[in-house]
T-cell receptor, first 108, second 112 residues
């Protein structure tokens, strides 16, 4: 079983919908990252957080350290949000352990 | 003004060959990484260097050897390529070893 589990694996939404992607992990961590992989393959770091909540534009990331759970929310989703969203945790040092990703498709 | 660049973008080669992938970052970062993304899109750390010093060396075959001539470059050399080495290889860098990582565009390696 992977140390980092994401749900759902695939998500299809209509433009404008509120989207939530979940990430659960089974180990103690020092930080959690959310990444976005575009259809063309490029990877962009969206958030790094170790507690609470962060917001950037229409994206919101939250983490609950006690419950070992994080969520990524997208408000007013748009077709350009279609991508794979990847959760990764850092236990110590620089090593990241990745979830398998959530494929998001937003239809117009 | 690309931040993290990799060459080549695509690499198609025969089994048994030796090949190298190059990575350069112009961000002034101290830490660089190599990741492998398999056909199921699962990312896995291979190596990490901090100021030219190897700090992470995951369980990868000895055929893979990273080389960091200076802290702006981290190259990956692969000997005796096998079919299972086919994947996308991503280079990344970060200011320190616990910071946000910036990824290169990836190198798609296909071994025939």
């Amino acid at each position: 079983k992977n140390e980092v589990e994401q749900s759902p694996q695939n998500l299809t939404a209509q433009e404008g919908e509120f989207i939530t992607i979940n990430c659960s992990y089974s180990v103690g961590i020092s930080a959690l990252h959310w990444l976005q992989q575009h259809p063309g393959g490029g990877i962009v770091s969206l958030f790094m957080l170790s507690s609470g909540k962060k917001k950037h534009g229409r994206l919101i990331a939250t983490i609950n350290i006690q419950e070992k759970h994080s969520s990524l929310h997208i408000t007013a989703s748009h077709p350009r949000d279609s991508a794979v969203y990847i959760c990764a945790v850092r236990r110590s040092g620089s090593r990241l352990t990745f979830g398998e990703g959530t494929q998001l498709t937003v239809n117009p | 003004d690309t931040a993290v660049s990799q060459t080549p973008k695509y690499l198609v080669t025969q089994m048994g060959n030796d090949k190298s992938i190059k990575c350069e970052q112009n961000l002034g970062h101290d830490t660089m990484y190599w990741y492998k993304q398999d056909s199921k899109k699962f990312l896995k750390i291979m190596f990490s260097y901090n100021n030219k010093e190897l700090i992470i060396n995951e369980t990868v075959p000895n055929r893979f050897s990273p080389k960091s001539p200076d802290k702006a470059h981290l190259n990956l050399h692969i000997n005796s390529l096998e079919l299972g080495d086919s994947a996308v290889y991503f280079c990344a860098s970060s200011p320190g070893n616990t910071d946000t990582q910036y990824f290169g565009p990836g190198t798609r390696l296909t071994v025939l």
